[in-house]
């Protein structure tokens, strides 16, 4: 996973940015004071970490690859920056006051062990954050008529909500609370289903390139066939046909809320 993302992050921030509705949500969902700290795990180049920082909450980031905190580090050095996995933080015990995770728990390699290893550096009482998609959820996006292939190894590789409660369960992780996110036309951040309101965003290969799944999973000529077929679909008009098919409730990703059992 860090080589992966050492070659993705040559240029991942110029996609991917800090979407400010996606902030205000974390921070309101961990609901952070000024005299704690907080962990953001898995992130990146630190860019929902630095506007955390700029709010004035002090952050530690964790990340596997040196390219990516090599760029955090230019962003932001207030910030604690550091090399490690959710499987193995390096922190000591009950020392953070609050975790998010941000599109990162389908590369940890083991998730029993990762909640594990976040609930013992967590404090009594405190929350932790996960955004991230589902299985279920991911079968609901268009993308799947354009790269059945790609969309399906994507989806292979996410944990299900059931695993996902089931392992912060084990480790003493109460969950309260789930919130469903459907993606806003005014989405800055560009992940993997930035587009659906959008669909030109996957023409610019700035943008598939700061995607995984499109970077590291796809198949050049599914990508080639996929982004013709959408192209003609879009000059038709029958790309709207196509993507009333896919029309859910599910939510396109979600945000999930648990909290340290002090008792266990």
């Known amino acids: 996973m860090d080589v992966k993302y050492d ?10 940015k800090a979407d400010p509705f996606l902030t205000d949500q974390l921070l309101r969902h961990l609901n952070p004071k000024k005299d704690g700290v907080y962990l953001d795990i898995g ?5 929902y970490t630095h506007e955390f920082q700029k709010k004035g909450f002090q952050y530690i980031g964790i990340d596997p690859s ?3 905190l090599d760029k955090a580090r230019v962003k932001n050095k207030d910030v604690a920056w550091k090399i490690g996995l959710a499987e ?5 015990k009950n020392f953070v006051d609050g975790i998010i995770g941000s599109l990162t728990i389908h590369h940890w390699s083991d998730l029993k ?8 550096v967590l404090k009594p009482n405190g929350k932790i954050v996960i955004f991230t998609s589902t299985p279920k959820q991911m079968e609901g996006y268009w993308l799947n008529h354009y790269f ?3 969309l399906a190894d994507s989806i ?5 909500l059931k695993s996902v409660e089931s392992a912060m369960k084990n480790a003493g992780i109460e969950l309260s609370e789930i919130n469903k996110y459907f993606i806003r036309p005014d989405l800055q951040d560009q992940f993997l289903y930035c587009g659906k309101q959008n669909p030109e965003l996957y023409f610019d290969e700035q943008i598939r390139h700061g995607i995984s799944s499109f970077s590291s ?8 066939q996929g982004l013709s077929s959408l192209r003609k679909d879009i000059n038709s008009g029958k790309f709207d046909e196509i993507t009333q098919k896919y029309k859910n409730d599910l939510g396109d990703y979600l945000f999930i809320i648990g909290e340290n059992s002090a008792n266990k």
């Open 113 to 120: 062990k990762s909640f594990l290893e976040l609930k013992k």
């Open 7 to 16: 070659k993705i992050g040559v240029d991942y921030n110029l996609t991917r």
């Open 43 to 47: 992130c990146g180049t630190g860019n």
């Open 156 to 160: 292979k590789q996410m944990p299900t």
């Open 217 to 224: 999973l796809a198949n050049r000529m599914e990508v080639k």
């Open 66 to 68: 040196k390219k990516m």
């Open 88 to 92: 193995n933080t390096g922190l000591p």
């Open 148 to 150: 059945p292939k790609m």
